[in-house]
Antibody, heavy 120, light 106 residues
Framework: EVKLAVHGGGLVEPGSSLRLSCVAS????????MEWVRQAPGKGLEWIAA??????????EYSVSVNGRFTISRDVSQNILYLHMNNLKTEDTGIYYC???????????WGQGVMVTVSS | DIQMTQSPSLLSASVGDRVTINCKAS??????LNWYQQKLGEAPKLLIY???NLQTGIPSRFSGSGSGTDYTLTISSLQPEDFGTYFC????????FGAGTKLELK
């Protein structure tokens, strides 16, 4: 059974760093494109980052809103996807989801989401 | 970026109703349009990918159509478990979601 479990959320001050983990089970992380999507409180969904699979050298892309501050990576030996978030801003507050890309950006499995609150 | 305009933002309907949700892109997205359902406190769920392909396990009362800039999600006969918020998502270029349509019980 495919499962994604997200960990690492919390309350941090502006300018801080935080690392989210997405533990995958039931499939081989290296075989799939993986994505991060976030949702500000009471708002809609925002795609923020993606990493391609092993065949595409795990290359990454980012939304304008996080480019240069967030980095996506994965530990394929542990089947874990990471989102490293630096220089956090109050507008980064929200629920962060990881998702598996089942093909052509069809996000077929999602983690449960974790809350990140950036506040002084 | 491609802007996705969903309508209506709020839809009140009854069990058994046929409902449609629309999504208009600011430019041609070549049918690279997915639909997701989100219930309160849960992660989104993929319903339809690439305009009209039903995701495995999704009931056949859900269907999608469209081309160019205009896309529609249809639920043929609303069931109690269908209430929630629906988002369209384009992946023709930098991915963007619509603002969502909240489907509530009339």
């Amino acid at each position: 059974e495919v499962k994604l479990a997200v960990h690492g959320g919390g309350l941090v001050e502006p300018g801080s760093s935080l690392r989210l983990s997405c533990v995958a089970s039931g499939f081989t992380l290296g075989d799939y494109y993986m994505e991060w999507v976030r949702q500000a409180p009471g708002k809609g969904l925002e795609w923020i980052a993606a990493t391609r699979n092993r065949a595409k050298d795990y290359s990454a892309e980012y939304s304008v809103s996080v480019n240069g501050r967030f980095t996506i990576s994965r530990d394929v030996s542990q089947n874990i996807l990471y989102l490293h978030m630096n220089n956090l801003k109050t507008e980064d507050t929200g629920i962060y989801y990881c998702a598996r890309d089942g093909g052509i950006r069809s996000f077929d499995y999602w983690g449960q989401g974790v809350m990140v609150t950036v506040s002084s | 970026d491609i802007q996705m305009t969903q309508s209506p933002s709020l839809l009140s309907a009854s069990v058994g109703d046929r409902v449609t949700i629309n999504c208009k892109a600011s430019q041609n997205i070549n049918k690279y349009l997915n639909w997701y359902q989100q219930k309160l406190g849960e992660a989104p769920k993929l319903l339809i990918y690439n305009t009209n392909n039903l995701q495995t396990g999704i009931p056949s009362r859900f269907s999608g159509s469209g081309s160019g800039t205009d896309y529609t999600l249809t639920i043929s006969s609303l069931q109690p478990e269908d209430f929630g918020t629906y988002f369209c998502f384009q992946h023709n270029s930098w991915p963007t979601f619509g603002a969502g349509t909240k489907l509530e019980l009339k």
